[in-house]
């Protein structure tokens, strides 16, 4: 282990891409014993393990100079000011390892956790969840799962969205859909057992708590509520508002009548190794 102090308490959320994440980041947030670092997207043990891209320094460059540098004197206070750039400094150090992680948190106060939320956590090998949960005293992890068809065509949208190229989804054929959902960086978001069993062959089960997008969206106070249990913390009466905030909407458009045919055997057998982990399946999933 890297020469740095541990953390007493870390929480990472490890959702599958297009599983709520965001409107937990969002909601959770507001919790006086959670903090979060200015990037809700840190991907240090993704970036330590896998692929050192997302913390390149080019980047990092890119996401200070697009987030954190841009000053209006007119509406910007001086002490945030102060204090994001102070961040921005610590985020654009070298070299990009534990102590480098740790400072990312530095405006931690009393707050019980430090929070990091990254969807490419699912993909963490179990190296990255043996150096995480070394590094702290205590670490929690919530891994999210939604029915897995519905989650593969959000993606889909999704990333053409972010991408511009949502018209192709009126013009590809079945063909150009599978290349497409057979790509690392969309099919490996769908693997929920493989991600399951990495996760289970490192942390302890009180470090692991696995839910469904489904019982996010079908009550919301009650997940909450059960997430704090998980945690050890003050219970947060959320506002309404919260708790109907849609965020990172993909694009409307309905599932091709060929989709599911183009997936169906394998998200059989990623139901039945989801279910072989002991995970209770939602009657909302589409199984084919």
Same mark, same amino acid.
């Given at each position: 282990m890297e020469n740095t102090k541990k953390f007493d308490n870390l929480? =990472?959320?490890a959702g599958a891409m297009k599983a709520g994440t965001t409107w937990l980041y969002a909601t959770l947030s507001k919790h006086p014993d959670l903090h979060f670092s200015l990037e809700k997207e840190i991907h240090y043990f993704y970036a330590r393990s896998v692929d050192f891209g997302p913390l390149s320094d080019r980047r990092r460059l890119e996401n #200070? *100079?697009?987030? &954190?540098a841009k000053i209006d004197p007119d509406r910007s206070h001086i002490s945030g000011v102060r204090n994001r750039l102070r961040w921005a400094a610590n985020y654009l150090d070298n070299p990009v390892d534990d102590l480098w992680y740790r400072n990312l948190f530095v405006f931690r106060r009393s707050q019980k956790y430090c929070c990091d939320f990254s969807n490419l956590y699912a993909l963490l090998p179990e190296d990255a969840w043996r150096h995480a949960f070394n590094l702290t005293d205590r670490l929690r992890v919530l891994y999210t799962l939604r029915d897995p068809i519905s989650r593969l065509w959000s993606h889909v949208k999704f990333h053409l969205q972010i991408t511009n190229q949502a018209h192709l989804l009126e013009t590809w054929a079945p063909k150009d859909f599978e290349a497409f959902i057979r790509q690392p960086f969309i099919w490996e978001n769908a693997e929920y057992g493989a991600a399951i069993r990495r996760? *289970?062959?490192v942390l302890p089960a009180s470090c692991l708590k696995i839910c469904t997008f489904e019982d996010i969206h079908n009550d919301?106070?009650?997940f909450l509520r059960n997430l704090e249990e998980f945690l050890e913390v003050s219970h =947060?009466? &959320?506002s309404d508002d919260a708790l109907r905030n *849609? #965020?990172?909407v993909s694009v409307s458009r309905p599932m091709p009548s060929f989709f599911v045919g183009l997936v169906e055997r394998d998200i059989k057998r990623i139901i039945k190794e989801v279910e072989d982990q002991? #995970?209770?399946i939602p009657e909302e999933w589409n199984i084919p």
């Open positions: 929480f =990472l959320s #200070v *100079r697009n987030n &954190y996760m *289970r062959s919301p106070k009650d =947060l009466n &959320y *849609r #965020v990172n002991g #995970v209770e």
